[in-house]
C-alpha cells in the first residue's frame, strides 16, 4: 500500500529539548515536503526537497532543520524547540516536481511546553 | 499573503441540501488541486484540474477551474455526514517548488 509515515503521531515535550519527527514514504517519490498547520492560517510549507542531497527552505523554515540523505526519508529536526512550534505537522511526497498532488502522511501532533 | 482565498470558512448545514465552495486567486495556475482532510489524518487528493473551463465530477461532487485559470469551485449535491471534513485547494504551478494552499472550508453536515 502506498503511504506516508510519520512517527510519533502525537509528542509532548518541553522548550529546547531536541527531538525529530521522521517522515518515510514507500512509493520512490523523488519530491518531499514538511507542513504545518495552524487554526486560520492553513497549510504553510516548512522545507522542501527535490531529491537525495537537495533541500531547500519553504515559507517558515525557521528553527527547524532536514536532511534528505535517503530518497525514502525525510526527517524533520527541531534543534531547541519553544512553544512557538507547538502545532500539527504533516509530510507529504510527490513525484517530480512540487506542484503535483501530494501524498500526505497522517500527522504529528506536537505540545511544546 | 495568502494567494488562494476560500469561502465560505465554515459551513453547516443537513443532510440533503447541497453546497458550493469557493477558492480565488488573482494569480494564475497550471493546476488546482482539491483536498479532504478529516480529523486525525492527512489531507488526501480529491481532484486534479488543468484546464481552464475544465469540470470533473466525483460521484455527487462537482468540481470547476475557472476560464481564467484563477479560481475554482467545489459543488456537493445532496450533501451526507460521511462528507464532512476540511476541504482544502492548493494551486499549482508548473515546475514550482510547492503548492499553495487555501485556508479551507470546514464543513458539517448533520442527520
Known amino acids: 500500500e502506498a503511504q506516508v509515515t510519520q512517527n510519533p503521531r502525537y509528542l509532548i515535550t518541553v522548550t529546547g529539548k531536541k527531538l525529530t519527527v521522521t517522515c518515510s514514504q514507500n512509493m520512490n517519490h523523488e519530491y518531499m515536503s514538511w507542513y504545518r498547520q495552524d487554526p486560520g492560517l492553513g497549510l504553510r510549507q516548512i522545507y522542501y526537497?527535490?531529491?537525495?542531497?537537495v533541500t531547500d527552505k519553504g515559507d517558515v523554515p525557521e528553527g527547524y532543520k532536514v536532511s534528505r540523505k535517503e530518497k525514502r526519508n525525510f526527517p524533520l529536526i527541531l534543534e531547541s524547540p519553544s512553544p512557538n512550534q507547538t502545532s500539527l505537522y504533516f509530510c507529504a511526497s510527490s513525484w517530480g516536481q512540487g506542484g503535483q498532488p501530494q501524498h500526505f502522511g497522517d500527522g504529528t501532533r506536537l505540545s511544546i511546553l | 499573503t495568502q494567494l488562494l482565498e476560500q469561502s465560505p470558512q465554515f459551513l453547516s448545514i443537513q443532510e440533503g441540501e447541497n453546497l458550493t465552495v469557493y477558492c480565488n486567486s488573482s494569480?494564475?495556475?497550471?493546476?488546482l488541486q482539491w483536498y479532504r482532510q478529516e480529523p486525525g489524518e492527512g489531507p488526501v487528493l480529491l481532484v486534479t484540474v488543468v484546464t481552464g473551463g475544465e469540470v470533473k465530477k466525483l460521484k455527487r461532487l462537482t468540481f470547476q477551474f475557472g476560464d481564467a485559470r484563477k479560481d475554482s469551485s467545489l459543488h456537493i449535491t445532496a450533501a451526507q455526514p460521511g462528507d464532512t471534513g476540511l476541504y482544502l485547494c492548493?494551486?499549482?504551478?508548473?515546475?514550482?517548488?510547492?503548492?499553495?494552499f487555501g485556508t479551507g472550508t470546514r464543513l458539517q453536515v448533520t442527520l
Open positions: 494569480s494564475v495556475f497550471s493546476s
Open positions: 526537497s527535490m531529491n537525495v542531497e
Open positions: 492548493a494551486g499549482g504551478k508548473g515546475t514550482a517548488s510547492k503548492l499553495t
